[in-house]
């Protein structure tokens, strides 16, 4: 049974930072790609960032360029969001994401076979 799990989320101001971490279980971690979305209230599930199964490769949405950093710890089955610089819009609700083979294959939801339960990050103006 593959289970991700994220923590870190909070309340922090504008221009504050945060780390997510989501820590996985029941799958080889090293073998697959990661990624990170956000849902706002009202809007769709939206790409945030992925990484390769080494760490080889990483991917921003332009939103998050600059202020964001995805990083993985496979020997601890663990993928990091270092969120810095943050702002209102920000605000949402942070999954991690599992693909299903080692590489990133685009923005798309669709191509990741598991997820987290979400938590949340609220920015305040």
């Known amino acids: 049974q593959v289970q991700l799990v994220e923590s870190g989320g909070g309340l922090v101001q504008a221009g504050g930072s945060l780390s997510l971490s989501c820590a996985t279980s029941g799958r080889t971690f090293s073998t697959y790609a990661m990624g990170w979305f956000r849902q706002a209230p009202g809007k769709e599930r939206e790409f945030v960032a992925a990484?390769?199964?080494?760490?080889?490769?990483?991917y921003y949405a332009d939103s998050g360029k600059g202020r964001f950093t995805i990083s993985r710890e496979n020997g601890k089955n663990t993928v990091y969001l270092q969120m810095s610089n943050l702002k209102p819009e920000d605000t949402a609700v942070y999954y991690c994401a599992m693909r299903g083979n080692p590489y990133y294959g685009g923005d798309a939801s669709s191509g990741y076979d598991f997820w987290g339960q979400g938590t949340q990050v609220t920015v305040s103006s």
């Open positions: 990484i390769s199964h080494n760490s080889a490769r990483t």
